[in-house]
């Protein structure tokens, strides 16, 4: 079995969740013959990871402000000088959509990984997906969003994440947490979930809104920590910015929420769930895939947050059902989310995409 070297085009290298997916595989990528090389818009987390990893790692420096949306577009120069020294050029997000006209522009094996719902395909985006040796979606809701687009070749590799031997040791001693670890922003629902924490009967509670700020949500963030100051939990309401060590986070929460109003796959309630912690989610098709419902933890009607209320005070007046519902989650992540089991796929993906 001969070895595949690919190049990974990744835009963003923070703790989020599309590095996330990329580098959960990149770390075994080896184990299953394809020899990786990443290039990252900038350096950040997974960059250090991975090359602590011993993976060739290469950015365009740091994430400098207003300039590093622009690196995005120096990706490409490095398509150009080096791209030809690659089996298969996997570029991940709908970010990179010119990344794969310009590589399929150099004659380049393209694999192009959407992980993204947005409400409208533009020209650009439509063309990559048509263009793309293949197109694989990180989900069945991704797959479905995207069914009515012609592509040469389509697979859904459902994410997956690296699992340690064991989980995490849980350590939820202490004053209670709800925790949520997302970027800040009106999508993501941080304004309900704190909301609902504001009616939490348990007053000892403490939310933690673990996340990136964008420049256009400094205001929403403003108004977050204004309505926590209004409601009288200011005190017991946190924002310590992004994590670069969301398991051990995670190994502390009580209950992990996700609030956003479209998302394609929970990557963040799965990493929890491995730590044995149930969650709340909006009900949607991508959360259906990732959080049983009643089992691992509770699915809300989106905006509702009476009943994400009731739902938090029921979790955290209940060690046992805690117990349970945690238990329940790492065993189903074990089984289905184990990117050990996943990897195959993408190697078969790249021999079919090589020599078809």
């Not at 298969?88 to 399929?104: D, G, T």
């Not at 263009?131 to 389509?154: I, L, P, Q």
């Not at 809300?300 to 739902?311: I, W």
Request: proline share 5%; hydrophobic share 45%.
């Amino acid at each position: 079995m001969g070895t595949y070297k690919v190049l990974y085009l990744l835009h963003d290298s923070r703790r989020s969740g599309v590095p996330a997916v990329a580098a959960n595989f990149i770390r075994h990528a080896a184990e299953v013959g394809v020899s990786p090389t990443v290039l990252f818009a900038y350096d950040g987390i997974y960059a250090r990871e991975l090359r602590a990893a011993g993976i060739p790692v290469l950015t365009l420096g740091q994430r400098t402000p207003f300039l590093w949306r622009a690196k995005r577009f120096l990706l490409n120069w490095f398509l150009l000088v080096q791209g030809r020294s690659f089996d298969v050029v996997h570029i991940h997000s709908l970010k990179l959509a010119w990344s794969v006209l310009v590589a399929k522009r150099l004659g380049l094996k393209v694999v192009f990984h959407l992980h993204e719902l947005p409400r409208r395909v533009d020209g650009v985006l439509r063309k990559a997906i048509a263009s793309a040796d293949a197109v694989v979606y990180c989900s069945e809701t991704c797959a479905a969003h995207y069914a009515g687009y012609a592509t040469r070749r389509r697979r859904t590799i459902v994410n997956a994440i690296d699992l340690p031997p064991l989980p995490p040791p849980r350590r939820p001693g202490g004053v209670p947490k709800v925790v949520m670890v997302a970027s800040l922003n009106r999508n993501k629902g941080q304004d309900l979930l704190l909301e609902a924490f504001a009616k939490l009967r348990c007053r000892e509670t403490e939310l933690w809104l673990y996340g990136t700020t964008g420049l256009s949500a400094h205001k929403y963030v403003h108004d977050l920590k204004s309505f926590a100051q209004q409601q009288g939990v200011s005190a017991r309401v946190f924002f310590p910015g992004p994590t670069a060590q969301a398991f051990q986070v995670f190994a502390e929460a009580s209950v992990v929420v996700h609030t956003s109003w479209t998302e394609s796959f929970g990557m963040a309630l799965v990493e929890a769930q491995s730590c044995g912690v149930p969650v709340i989610a909006h009900d949607l098709e991508g959360m259906r895939e990732v959080v049983a419902d009643g089992v691992t933890g509770y699915l809300v009607q989106p905006g509702d947050v009476d009943q994400l209320a009731a739902r938090l005070d029921e979790l955290l007046s209940s060690p046992e059902l805690r117990e349970r519902m945690g238990r329940a989650g790492a065993d189903m992540v074990r089984e289905r989310f184990d990117m050990k089991r996943r990897a195959g796929e993408y190697r078969n993906l790249y021999r079919e995409v090589v020599e078809p």
